[in-house]
């Protein structure tokens, strides 16, 4: 059974996920997230907890709760931007805050919600080192993305309960089969590009898709200026029989980009902003992706010129 994309959500949604939660673990007294003096987002609960860690030994006094959301898919607690020792760390940067709290008697306990994945080992040596680095008096807990699969299929009813539904999310894309594609074109185009002095074909002119997406005039010469000169070599590798997996896995990641630009254009001023947030969250999703920017602005590109995504008039008109 495949886990809950976490990574779909945004920041907020996570939030009142992680707070819905707490509610069937610790009672219905848990406070939602909100901006301490020191800007940090804590939820809190006061009291004693219902059935955390366990009905007969349950926490008590003041659990602080957070939430450490990622859009990247397939992370962990171990990645040294989480974990690691350096300042910047997440970890390194929330441990002053609350041995802050500590100190002032105002957290006995603290709990971590995040969608990265979590071993039972890494765990304790997390749950130590904010205990002894924080002075938290009582518990400490990471719940990763293993313990918020099991707590949904728990209390199936947490999603409804913090207002999460997949139309109201925000624009993701999937990046594991774009992710395929560029790896393929990537081999495929270790040879310079020829010249292309006529560009293939489109649908609608260049012109009127910008119209009818609203993508200005200069962003749309600039990704021409860049990008034109891939699209007859993606379409000449999508074409080629030898590449049928790419070509689906090509179809699949248009799809879903597709349907959740339509269920979010409204959000975005242009096409510009449509652009450039699709490419960002991939970047962030996928280390191939990341590493291939340039390929990845022309696969989107191609993808846009070629009428796969955004707007078009109908043939006949």
């Not at 607690?77 to 929330?94: I, L, R, T």
Request: glycine share 6%; net charge negative; proline share 5%.
């Amino acid at each position: 059974m495949m886990g809950y994309p976490f990574e779909d959500l945004d920041d907020s949604q996570f939030e009142r996920l992680a707070v819905q939660i707490c509610r069937k673990l610790f009672g219905i007294g848990v406070a939602g997230f909100a901006a301490g003096p020191d800007g940090g987002r804590d939820a809190k609960f006061v009291g004693t907890a219902e059935v955390f860690p366990s009905r007969s030994a349950p926490w008590t006094g003041t659990t602080i709760i957070q939430a450490k959301h990622t859009i990247a898919f397939n992370a962990h607690c171990s990645d040294p931007n989480f974990s690691g020792s350096a300042a910047s760390s997440v970890m390194s940067e929330e441990i002053p805050r609350i041995k802050k709290l500590t100190a002032a008697g105002a957290a006995d306990n603290y709990i971590v919600f995040t969608n990265r994945r979590l071993g039972a080992e890494l765990n304790e040596k997390l749950s130590e080192r904010v205990k002894t680095g924080a002075g938290v008096p009582e518990g400490v807990f990471f719940a990763g993305i293993e313990y918020l699969d099991d707590m949904l299929r728990t209390y199936p009813d947490v999603l409804t309960l913090a207002r999460i539904d997949p139309v109201d999310g925000p624009l993701r894309v999937s990046s594991a089969d774009l992710a395929e594609v560029i790896l393929g074109l990537q081999v495929a185009l270790d040879a310079p590009l020829p010249e292309f002095d006529v560009p293939p074909v489109d649908r609608v002119s260049f012109d009127r898709k910008n119209e009818l997406n609203n993508m200005s005039s200069s962003f749309a010469a600039v990704l021409q200026r860049r990008f034109q000169l891939y699209t007859k070599p993606i379409e000449d590798f999508l074409a080629n029989p030898a590449n049928h997996d790419s070509l689906e896995r090509y179809e699949a990641a248009v799809e879903d980009f597709e349907l959740k630009i339509v269920a979010k254009r409204s959000e975005f001023q242009s096409f510009d902003d449509v652009f450039n947030h699709l490419l960002e969250v991939l970047f962030k999703q996928d280390a191939v992706l990341a590493r291939q920017k340039s390929l990845v602005r022309a696969m989107v590109f191609y993808m846009y010129w070629h009428c796969d995504i955004g707007e078009v008039e109908d043939a006949a008109t």
